[in-house]
């Protein structure tokens, strides 16, 4: 889904115009007290990768390179959409808040196929003002 879009485009960002990331599972507990208690993305520093599960290290990569990212001001072909009863809504808020707010798109529901077709919707309706789909060479 949305996390396996993001770790896609982290790999091949050079080679592709851009994500759509729908209701993305953005990181555990763990990691998003650790991202929320260091204010803002620039001021975190991860804590060591040792011990921990694949699924973590790929998270906190993720968020490391989100970091590198955003102190370029090169996350202008990220689209993020989710529902605002999403499951995961506390870890999506991260990655909200370091997107340009026309990249966004909020809508009513949880985290589930419904919701994502209401996300997918909205992101071809507003692709004019946002850049999705246009071409990026």
Sequence with gaps: GGLNSLLF???HAKEIC???AIAPYMADESLTKELKQAGSLGNWSPKSGKNKKVLEQKLQFLW???QQQESKNNLNHVYLGYGKQDRYINSIMLLKNILEKK????????HDWVT???IWQQQLLSRS???LLQPCH
Aim: proline share 0%; charged share 20%; hydrophobic share 35%.
């Design 18 to 20: 851009g994500v759509v």
């Design 103 to 110: 990249n966004v798109i909020v809508v009513e529901g949880k």
């Design 64 to 66: 490391q390179w989100l």
């Design 129 to 131: 003002k946002t850049g």
């Design 116 to 118: 994502g077709q209401k």
């Design 9 to 11: 485009y982290q790999k």
